[in-house]
């Protein structure tokens, strides 16, 4: 670092210990410059000094420059990361990075909902944009991200639909003849939409009963190992699936009726029809709808949270007690019994040492 006299100014100029950088600016006071040297140097013992040119980055471009570097992960993962950068890009796009402050985020997330947006997008949306933050601060483009639990808007809390019984069979039966396994791996094998139709025989072990999901569709492998947990099937659903095969012959469990890989969306669709013609079912009832069931079946069959975890082959418990929680039987009758058994107790205690 240092000062010199050029003409009627004074530049200040020091060189970055680690990029070898060189930041000069100009004044026309020497104290105006040791101030700013001064300024610069408390900056880099913080962590916190920023190059000026970028500084000047804009959020679009940082997009642009993030979404290149994202570009690696499978193609429907970059698809809903480009889909949040829309809105992101319409909101703060022509703004500095280092302009950005946590309450235009507040405000953002506010105005989000104020259009109708659900809570659960709108907090995907916020989260999206403190993952571009996060890594702008990582490549030293801001000094921190304005992004923060303060500025999260919640994710918001949906307590799923439930069917019954009755209506998963009413829903099976509604199906075309060649749809109907797809219940069956839903409600009682807890497969996702596109595990369902990405499902291939040589992924079902119809001798010893065991499903192996492995990819999703089309043909793409599962995200986690845990996606990838088996799931034991009872003898008769084995039965039923092989009985299927045997009738549809194709490489995966489920086709259309020209024999092709049935896509989710038409499922999904053939699910919308079959549901109208379910007495209580509501309009927004989807296939996912069906792991909610088993869930519930596994549940009430006495099944604790550990088990209930694995069948439905989430990540950890966490995520299976903020869905379902509220069906593992009730917490204020279990903990009025204890405490009247322990009090029960104290009475009898009491009764029988009183001399009286």
Do not use: N
């Amino acid at each position: 670092m240092g000062i010199q006299r050029r003409g009627e100014s004074w530049r200040a100029r020091f060189r970055h210990p680690d990029t070898g950088r060189e930041c000069q600016k100009s004044f026309v006071r020497r104290a105006d410059a040791q101030r700013w040297l001064r300024e610069q140097q408390t900056k880099l013992d913080r962590g916190t000094w920023l190059d000026p040119k970028s500084a000047r980055t804009t959020v679009g471009e940082w997009c642009a420059t993030w979404l290149d570097g994202y570009g690696t992960r499978r193609a429907s993962t970059v698809r809903q990361a480009e889909v949040h950068l829309v809105r992101i890009v319409a909101a703060f796009g022509t703004m500095p990075l280092a302009a950005v402050r946590p309450s235009h985020v507040k405000g953002w997330t506010a105005q989000l909902r104020a259009e109708g947006l659900s809570d659960s997008y709108v907090y995907a949306l916020h989260a999206r944009l403190a993952q571009v933050f996060s890594d702008a601060v990582h490549d030293g483009l801001v000094a921190r991200s304005p992004c923060s639990r303060r500025t999260s808007p919640g994710a918001g809390k949906q307590r799923a639909y439930v069917a019954t019984t009755e209506q998963v069979w009413a829903l099976h039966d509604a199906m075309p003849d060649h749809l109907r396994p797809a219940i069956l791996l839903g409600a009682f094998v807890g497969l996702r939409l596109a595990e369902t139709c990405g499902l291939r025989v040589s992924d079902v072990d119809f001798m010893r009963g065991i499903v192996h999901p492995a990819v999703q569709y089309p043909a793409v492998p599962l995200k986690s190992e845990t996606s990838r947990t088996a799931v034991p099937i009872p003898a008769d659903l084995a039965a039923e699936l092989s009985a299927h095969v045997a009738t549809w012959r194709a490489e995966t469990l489920l086709t259309d009726l020209y024999g092709h890989q049935l896509a989710p969306w038409t499922l999904e669709r053939a699910v919308r029809a079959a549901r109208a013609k379910v007495p209580g079912l509501p309009a927004g009832f989807r296939y996912h709808d069906l792991r909610h069931y088993l869930a519930s079946l596994l549940i009430a069959s006495g099944a604790d949270v550990k088990v209930v975890q694995a069948r439905l082959r989430h990540a950890s418990a966490k995520t299976t007690l903020d869905c379902y929680g509220h069906l593992f039987g009730d917490p204020d009758d279990s903990t009025r019994a204890a405490i009247a058994e322990v009090l029960a107790a104290r009475a009898g205690t009491v009764r029988a040492s009183d001399p009286r």
